[in-house]
């Protein structure tokens, strides 16, 4: 069974940091990419950062440049996304998403919420 499971997010004061971890399994297909995506109540799923499965290429959003950054240990099946300098604006439902040949996998989700 395939399964893309966060853990990490949590309540932080703004300035903190957090770092979130997704571990892969049951895939039988390899898996391209895979990425950070986050949404906030009332907006749309933006994608936060992505990373490809060869050659470990990064690609953010010019929003989410210089304070966000996204990596990944090959051996353990996991890909992080560190955060510093969190913003109340932040604050949302974070996904790890994998895609592979054929389809696109997501995560429960992990809540990251940002307030004083």
């Known amino acids: 069974q395939v399964q893309l499971v966060e853990s990490g997010g949590g309540l932080v004061q703004p300035g903190g940091s957090l770092r979130l971890s997704c571990a892969a399994s049951g895939f039988t297909f390899s898996i391209n990419a895979m990425s950070w995506y986050r949404q906030a109540p009332g907006k749309e799923r933006e994608l936060v950062a992505t990373i490809s499965s060869i050659g470990g290429i990064t690609n953010y959003p010019d929003s989410m440049k210089g304070r966000f950054t996204i990596s990944r240990d090959k051996s353990k099946n996991k890909v992080y996304l560190q955060m510093n300098g969190l913003k109340p604006g932040d604050t949302a439902v974070y996904y790890c998403?994998?895609?592979?040949?054929?389809?696109?996998?997501w995560g429960q989700g992990t809540q990251v919420t940002v307030s004083s």
């Open positions: 998403n994998a895609r592979t040949e054929r389809w696109n996998y």
